[in-house]
C-alpha cells in the first residue's frame, strides 16, 4: 500500500471521532456507543436469585407442568429424559463429585435448589434467556428435582418450598472466607 493510501485509510478512520468531537465542543473521548440502559430494562436484567432463596419471584409450579415444558423447551439439547443430548445431561444417579470423574448433575452437585431456579432463569433456553415465566422456571425446576429424587413428584415449588430443599451434595463444598448460609 502506498504511502498516500496509509494516509487516506487514517484520515477515513479517525474522520467519524473529529465529528463527534467538534459536534460537542471538543469534549468527546469516547465513540458514543450504546446507550443508558432505563430504570425497567435494569430491573428485567437484575434477576439474581441467592441461595438463601432472596430474589426469588412470587409464582409456583409442580413437577408435571415441568414435564411438559421442559419436553418443549429443553429436550432438544439435554435429552428427553435429561440423559444428555448435545448439552450435558440434567437428570442421574447421583455420583460423589470427588471422584475421578464426577458426573456433575443436579442430583449430584448442585448445593442449592435455588441457584437452579436463578441458572434457568438467566440463561435457558439458550436461545431465548429470560424468556420463562416465574411458573414455568418453578415448574422446570420441580421437574428436575423430582426426576432426580431430590424431591416428590407432588411437591409445589415456590418461594417459600425451594430454598428450604435440601441438596444431595449441599455439604460436599468448601467454604471460603464467606459465611455459610443457613
Ligand atoms: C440449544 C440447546 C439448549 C437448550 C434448548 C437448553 N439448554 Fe440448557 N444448556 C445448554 C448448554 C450448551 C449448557 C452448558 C452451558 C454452560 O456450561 O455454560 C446448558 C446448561 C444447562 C444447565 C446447567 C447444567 C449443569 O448441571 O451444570 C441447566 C440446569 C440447564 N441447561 C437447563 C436447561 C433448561 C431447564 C432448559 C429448557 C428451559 C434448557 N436448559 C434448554 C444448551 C441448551
Redesign the pocket.
Known sequence: MSTLRHIAVVIALVAPFGVARAADGGNVVAPRLGKPMTAAEVTAWNRTIFPDGRGLPPGHGTAEEGRI??AE??A???GAHGEGA???D?IGAPTPPTREDPN???GA??PFATT?FD??SR?????APGS?SADETYA?TAY?LAANNVISQDDDMNDKTLPKVEMPNRNGFIWIDVKKPK
Not at 123 to 127: D, E, K, V
Request: hydrophobic share 50%.
Open positions: 415444558l421442559y423447551k429443553c432438544r439439547c439435554h448435545t448439552a450435558e440434567l456433575k448433575t443436579i452437585y448442585w437452579i441458572f434457568i440463561s435457558m433456553p439458550p436461545a420463562l422446570i428436575l
